[in-house]
């Protein structure tokens, strides 16, 4: 779609509020979920399960919110409108939960933010959508600015912490406990984001809900558009991508850890990282967000010159290759290259998926049809990847700590210690891709004709 001269116009004079829109929406992500897990279990002295059920409470939320949300932006509510209510609602809970203590009280907030934030995810697309003059060519330059988001906020995050929270002249468990007790600063300032965000929304390009009346119900009428090809092979591939890419967010940091205290230049490692990135353990983490960046940039050249499937090819064989390093190497230039993996991962599956979603259905149920399929990503999926990662694989692939005598190193409670065996961790995501790959192959249709864009 290249559209008039006057619509072309128009959606060149919207690509700066949507790219800011971009990077607001993913910073306000950014800046708690990287640190979530170390929080709970370092700082809040939450159990494993405990943890885990927080986080399939956040994914039910991202179960029901985009339903809801969907039905409202399609037929009801303006959507510029629905996402200043939902981002204001969102930094009044996160910035309590800071200061919760109490699991019971921390999961129930954790259940209604998941309800509030999850639709925005969705809905920004289908508004960027809605007002870009041509998909292939801009939305890939205005979805990257969500990634520098999700960096600026983690970059700034691991500074503050070395700054605030790192104390000098302190054992390595002191500066442990001070850190864990400082990523508290990351839901305020998570907080301060979504509240700009939900007055930025209000300047947004007016996106009303669609006059037309044919369905009445659009999120029913949406599902009913995915039975068809090539939706129905993407939405069932997405649950499992989903759930390969939980093992890289659970596991990654725990890995990477492990290798830079076994390294042999571990602390020069450590300084170069923390002097760039900060401290807080997801420094290295972020070299995949900005190889996502260099992607997305190409993203318009290679949407011209290669079919769906083949982007998406591209992108389920960057999940194995990167499982299939972390599983056999400690090398830590490999690793990198692991890391950067991401990008490709991201951007030709996860990316060029949206854009499926978006060429397939109505225009009238786009909105309804991005939610259902953020559903299956942040909802379905990491439920079900969340359980296989941790009390599944992750129980499987645990082995007793060994003394160099061959007998198992007991806790001061008695009990067996045990430390994860990465190379049978990953090896599961690994083939799971390779699966994947072979469905996609299978039965994605080569060539695919797109409904026209409106």
């Known amino acids: 779609m290249t559209g008039s001269p006057s619509a072309t116009t128009s959606g060149n004079s919207c690509l700066p509020r949507l790219s800011i829109m971009m990077f607001l929406q993913y910073a306000i992500w950014g800046a708690w979920l990287p640190i979530l897990y170390p929080f709970l279990l370092g700082h809040r002295g939450f159990s494993l399960e405990e943890v885990g059920w927080i986080f399939a409470a956040g994914a039910v939320g991202a179960i029901i919110g985009p339903f809801i949300a969907g039905q409202i932006a399609d037929r009801w509510f303006a959507t510029e409108k629905f996402l200043a209510v939902s981002h204001a609602a969102g930094a009044v809970l996160v910035w309590m939960l800071a200061g919760v203590s109490d699991y019971t009280t921390f999961l129930g907030l954790s259940l ?60 390595v468990e002191a500066v442990r406990l001070a850190q864990d007790a400082g990523r508290a600063d990351a839901f305020r300032l998570s907080a301060i984001l979504g509240s700009v965000m939900a007055v930025f929304c209000l300047f947004l390009p007016h996106t009303p809900p669609s006059k037309a009346a044919s369905r009445p119900n659009a999120s029913f009428a949406a599902l009913s558009a995915v039975r068809r090809q ?124 949206f854009m499926v979603v978006d060429e397939e259905t109505p225009s009238d149920l786009r909105a309804s049809a991005q939610s259902l399929f953020n559903l299956v990503i942040i909802g379905v999926g990491i439920i079900v990847g969340s359980l296989i990662a941790n009390n ?16 198992p190193v007991l806790s001061p409670t008695g009990e067996a210690i045990r430390v994860m065996n990465y190379t049978k961790l990953f090896s599961v995501p690994m083939w799971a891709s390779f699966g994947c790959l072979a469905l996609l192959l299978l039965f994605y249709p080569s060539k695919s004709k797109p409904r026209p864009a409106a």
């Open 392 to 407: 599944w694989v992750g129980e499987w692939a645990r082995e007793p700590f060994l003394d160099q005598g061959g007998n």
């Open 230 to 353: 090539p939706l129905i092979t993407l939405f069932l591939l997405a649950v499992p991508i989903s759930c390969i890419h939980q093992f890289y967010f659970v596991h990654t940091a725990g890995f990477l850890s492990e290798v830079q205290r076994t390294s042999e230049k571990a602390s020069s490692l450590n300084a170069a990282i923390n002097d760039i990135l900060g401290v807080g353990g997801g420094g290295l983490m972020t070299i995949g967000q900005m190889a996502e960046i260099a992607v997305l940039a190409l993203m318009p050249a290679l949407a011209k010159r290669r079919s769906r499937k083949a982007l998406l090819a591209m992108g389920i064989v960057a999940y194995a290759l990167r499982m299939a390093i972390f599983a056999d190497t400690t090398k830590m230039p490999l690793i990198m290259v692991g890391l950067a993996l991401h990008g490709f991962c991201f951007g030709c599956f996860i990316f060029v998926a």
């Open 112 to 171: 209604v933010y998941g309800l509030v934030y999850a639709p925005t995810l969705s809905l920004t697309n289908s508004l960027a959508f809605h007002h870009l003059a041509d998909r292939n060519r801009d939305f890939g330059r205005v979805r990257l600015w969500g990634t520098v988001g999700w960096i600026a906020v983690g970059i700034c995050m691991g500074h503050w912490l070395a700054m605030k929270h790192t104390p000098e002249n302190a054992t």
